[in-house]
């Protein structure tokens, strides 16, 4: 389906959409859905996914994918629904290339549910303003959320929010809060403090090498060893296969840290130690003990593993 398209009643499953999308479903009718459908936002300035910003439009979104443009400046890509819009589980993703950023043009009221918003180079940012809605369970990755209520409050619940530690700015940015008509709400979301170091490598790299270069760490007592499966990516040939994830939890005398090496689909890897607190800011003694620690890890990571 190309062009503009106006969504009566309808299920429309397995589909693929590029341009102009409007959801014009009715109250007294079945409201339209779509099921697991591919919608392309175009590569340019022109083409948007929109819907209606009345009261008196309805329509739902399962499932999918909504990929903004490919190498678009400044990104004009609108995503525009009313309160009576909803959608569970699509993920969202803006598809700058270059570094730098690239926002969405986002005036959306509806209810999002187990979403994902990302950009898909890890490079970028992307900034998204909100002036109503509620977002359950989703997860913002390299994007700016700033509420910016006017109609009515933007509430967030139990989201997790991502945001690189090279950007600079605040991974929730209130704009204008004191003279929004209307408050923005977030409970049940976790904020992390502590140290974070990374390091982005071009190729894979063993993740057995961790553990002998723990090992030959004196401060280090004990190691603890988990594998996990990590996001999903979408590339032109479609989902990737998984991130693998390898974390090792190294306890000291008096004090515990985290490394962990994920390797992409492009055969890429980070390793990335932690130590922090949720909600809660560690105290400066205990960052003044582990700081030591963790420099002799990295040395001992760069002569066992090579890197």
């Not at 918003?117 to 390299?142: A, D, I, P």
């Not at 057995?208 to 590339?235: D, F, H, M, P």
């Not at 008096?254 to 909600?279: A, V, W």
Request: negative net charge.
């Amino acid at each position: 389906i190309t062009g503009r398209t106006r969504l009566g009643a309808g299920v429309f499953e397995n589909c693929t959409m590029v341009g102009r999308i409007e959801f014009d479903g009715l109250a007294n009718e079945e409201p339209p859905l779509l099921h697991n459908c591919f919608v392309h936002l175009g590569a340019s300035s022109t083409s948007f996914l929109t819907g209606a910003s009345t009261t008196s439009d309805y329509g739902e979104m399962v499932g999918g994918t909504v990929l903004a443009g490919s190498n678009l400046s400044n990104l004009a890509a609108t995503i525009n629904t009313g309160p009576n819009v909803n959608y569970t589980g699509v993920a969202f993703i803006n598809d700058q290339q270059t570094s730098g950023s690239s926002d969405w043009k986002f005036s959306a009221t509806g209810t999002f549910t187990g979403c994902s918003f990302g950009v898909r180079n890890e490079n970028t940012t992307c900034e998204m303003t909100m002036v109503e809605g509620h977002w359950s369970g989703c997860t913002f990755t390299n994007v700016q959320v700033r509420p910016l209520p006017t109609t009515k409050a933007v509430m967030f619940s139990g989201c997790t929010m991502l945001w690189r530690d090279t950007f600079t700015e605040p991974v929730v940015k209130i704009v204008n809060a004191l003279s929004a008509a209307f408050p923005t709400i977030i409970s049940g979301c976790t904020l992390w403090y502590g140290v974070r170091r990374e390091a982005n490598i071009d190729y894979m790299v063993d993740h057995r090498c961790i553990g002998r270069a723990l090992s030959q760490v004196s401060e280090v007592q004990e190691v603890e060893y988990n594998y996990y499966k990590g996001q999903l990516r979408l590339t032109i040939m479609g989902w990737s296969e998984p991130d693998q994830g390898h974390q090792y939890l190294y306890k000291t005398s008096n004090i515990n840290g985290l490394i962990s090496l994920t390797t992409n689909y492009k055969q890429k890897t980070e390793i990335s130690q932690n130590f922090g607190t949720i909600n809660g800011k560690p105290p400066q003694e205990e960052i003044d003990i582990i700081r030591p620690i963790m420099k002799k890890i990295e040395a001992s990571i760069r002569d066992v593993c090579g890197i």
